[in-house]
């Protein structure tokens, strides 16, 4: 168990609508990273928080949102989903040091499997 | 851009052979790390190297860092099937953000 919980494990839904999945890092883990795995391809970066504040963008959607609250959980929104979204949607943590975290080692969740019909 | 690439995309193996993948990018890295993903489940870190020319073992893997760190192996020696899954690396883009490889999928055929 790597201490990241997230829900929901899966997902199903409609094109067009809009779901939030959410992430509670490990105890004591700063930094957030949302993470997009599309059958057998690899991970794709979405976008990082340190301490509630956006540290990082990758290659994430307009249509996709997220945020990192006071108490550190994490949602990511997705709007007019598409088919093409269906996906597992990791949420990673870490220690997130200030020095711009590059020897952060991530910790991984069980992931988000979402199916859009 | 930076590009991390890894190779092979896939390798089959029969259990008992040894296994190499390789991470190579464009630009010298500060550091590197592996993670590990079994089938149906989620990343996990092996190990992070970041001295030139470093190597590190965990049992069965070596890890080794080249000395120009632009490129990073992942040995596995003896295969079991407990090793299939895919391997990620994973390294520093522009400094602030990370990228992963596309990894290597092995199978071991028992």
């Known amino acids: 168990d790597s201490g990241v919980t997230q829900t929901p494990k899966h997902l199903i839904t409609a094109t067009g609508q809009r779901v939030t999945l959410r992430c509670s890092p490990r105890s004591g883990d700063l930094s957030v990273y949302w993470y997009q795995q599309s059958l057998d391809q690899g991970l794709q970066f979405l976008i990082q928080?340190?301490?509630?504040?956006?540290?990082a963008k990758g290659n994430i959607l307009e249509r996709f949102s997220a945020q990192q609250f006071p108490d550190l959980h994490s949602e990511l929104n997705l709007s007019s989903l598409e088919l093409g979204d269906s996906a597992l949607y990791f949420c990673?943590?870490?220690?997130?040091?200030?020095?711009?975290?590059?020897?952060?080692?991530?910790?991984f969740g069980s992931g988000t499997q979402l199916s859009v019909l | 851009g930076q590009q991390v690439m890894q190779i092979p995309q896939y390798q089959h193996v029969q259990e008992g052979e040894d296994f190499t993948t390789y991470c190579n990018s464009s630009t010298t890295l500060s550091n590197i790390q592996w993670y590990k993903q079994r089938p149906g489940g989620h990343p996990v870190f092996l190990i992070q190297l970041v001295k030139s020319g470093e190597v590190k073992k965990q049992k069965r893997l070596t890890f080794q860092f080249g000395e120009a760190k632009k490129n990073s192996s992942l040995h596995i020696t003896a295969t079991q099937t407990t090793d299939v899954g895919t391997y990620f690396c994973r390294a520093p883009y522009y400094g602030q953000n990370f990228v992963f490889g596309p990894g290597t999928r092995l199978s071991v055929l028992p």
């Open positions: 990673a943590s870490s220690s997130g040091d200030r020095g711009g975290g590059t020897n952060e080692k991530l910790f």
């Open positions: 928080y340190y301490n509630g504040e956006e540290r």
